[in-house]
């Protein structure tokens, strides 16, 4: 599967950014679907992710209450909206596609394709 994510920029702190990724290539619908990112110097985190059918949803704790992940099915599309960003949300935001039908992404062991990194810089 193809991914392509967008939606990246700068924005002050408390600011909102919303970040798109956008599949091609096989059954999205059939896959969970998350977003990770790498800050300089860090290695590479899961922020939050999504069953193939919506029904459970994962978020680190550093992103809890201000981040949500939802995906629309029937345009193959991924999103997260990113609520009250801090300095520490700066990354590279990397969506990325379970590798396994039906069973839940919850590490980078569990991912089947990367999408390019869209930059997000949160300034303070």
């Known amino acids: 599967v193809q991914l392509q994510a967008s939606g990246g920029g700068l924005v002050q702190a408390g600011g909102s950014l919303r970040l798109s990724c956008a599949a091609s290539g096989r059954a999205f619908g059939d896959y969970a679907m998350g977003w990770f990112r790498q800050a300089p110097g860090k290695e590479r985190e899961l922020v939050s992710s999504?069953?193939?059918?919506?029904?459970?949803?994962y978020y680190a704790d550093s992103v809890k209450g201000r981040f949500t992940i939802s995906r629309v099915n029937a345009a193959n599309t991924v999103y997260l909206q990113m609520n009250s960003l801090k300095p520490e949300d700066t990354a590279v935001y990397y969506c990325a596609a379970g590798s396994q039908r039906w069973n839940m992404l919850l590490g980078s062991g569990s991912v089947g394709s990367w999408g390019q990194g869209t930059e997000v810089t949160v300034s303070s």
């Open positions: 999504i069953s193939w059918n919506s029904a459970t949803r």
